[in-house]
């Protein structure tokens, strides 16, 4: 039983080591940065999509809005595919806040008001098959979202597997020591930058840029490609071999997204 409790530690221990992140009741080795939930719902066919865009819009952002949720993304998906998935960006002051607001909210007497009809469905008219949720802790260099960008045109969520915990621990070393100021110098807009803590694909990072358009997320790529600084530090050994896959994805803002 001492040596299952021991494992069990060490464990825990070497994420929140990897991660810079601290669980309740530790020192808080995050400090100021955000834990970011970006939840994914794969809309059921033929499903009554207002229903879900408006309890997004008229009670669950209101209601985390309410309890300190300043910004809340809501995306679509750029072109027509199939499953319909909407993309939800939730930016948590701190871990405490993300373990507290559910219940909080789940007690609030307007947010009950302006759910009755999302929750009152029957499993037939059911709205979403499932939804994911991949929890982030947000990078040293961007410690919160940068909601600066609210009214581009396109967003580009971006998911850099690594092989191994150290790969993606030194491709955010890499992000926080030198990538950033180039992704500045080129204008790659960045909303946020999150390494993933729970959910799938792990190890991996996930971060959201943003654009006017195609054209111009081409052109600052374009020229992010041939900034000789990254051409300088992309082949230094320490960084090598740090991401084994790049999963793309181009979101557009919903009316009602707060980002």
């Known amino acids: 039983m001492k040596r299952r409790k021991f494992v069990q530690s060490s464990l825990i221990g070497t994420s ?11 020192s808080d080795q995050a400090g100021d940065k955000e834990i970011i939930e970006l939840r ?13 865009h408006n309890w997004l819009k008229e009670a669950l952002i209101p209601a985390l809005n309410k309890y300190g949720v300043s910004h809340v993304g809501v995306f679509s998906e750029l072109g027509n595919f199939e499953p319909t998935k909407i993309h939800v960006l939730i930016p948590y002051p701190g871990i405490t806040e993300y373990f507290k607001l559910p219940s909080q909210i789940a007690g ?3 947010y009950l008001a302006a759910s009755r009809n999302y929750h009152s469905l029957l499993p037939e008219n ?58 500045r110098k080129n ?10 803590i729970a959910g799938p694909d792990l190890p991996c ?13 081409n052109k600052k790529w374009e020229r992010f490609g041939a900034d000789p600084d990254w051409n300088r530090v992309k082949v230094l050994p320490e960084y090598a071999n740090s991401v ?14 707060q980002v």
């Open 16 to 26: 929140a080591i990897a991660s810079g992140f601290a669980f309740p009741g530790t």
């Open 40 to 52: 994914e719902y794969e809309l059921a066919f033929g499903g009554n999509q207002s229903i879900l």
């Open 108 to 110: 609030d007497k307007d």
């Open 126 to 183: 059911r709205i979403f098959s499932r939804f994911n949720s991949r929890l982030m802790v947000a990078f040293d260099g961007l410690p919160t979202l940068n909601e600066g960008f609210r009214g581009s045109g396109l967003y580009e969520l971006r998911t850099y597997e690594g092989y191994s915990e150290d790969a993606v621990r030194r491709k955010i070393l890499m992000f926080n020591q030198v990538e950033f100021e180039i992704f």
């Open 187 to 196: 204008e790659l807009n960045p909303v946020f930058f999150g390494e993933v």
């Open 205 to 217: 990072l996930t971060y959201m840029v943003a654009f006017n358009d195609m054209a111009d997320r």
């Open 244 to 257: 084994s896959k790049i999963i793309r994805k181009f979101l557009e803002p919903l009316p009602y997204s």
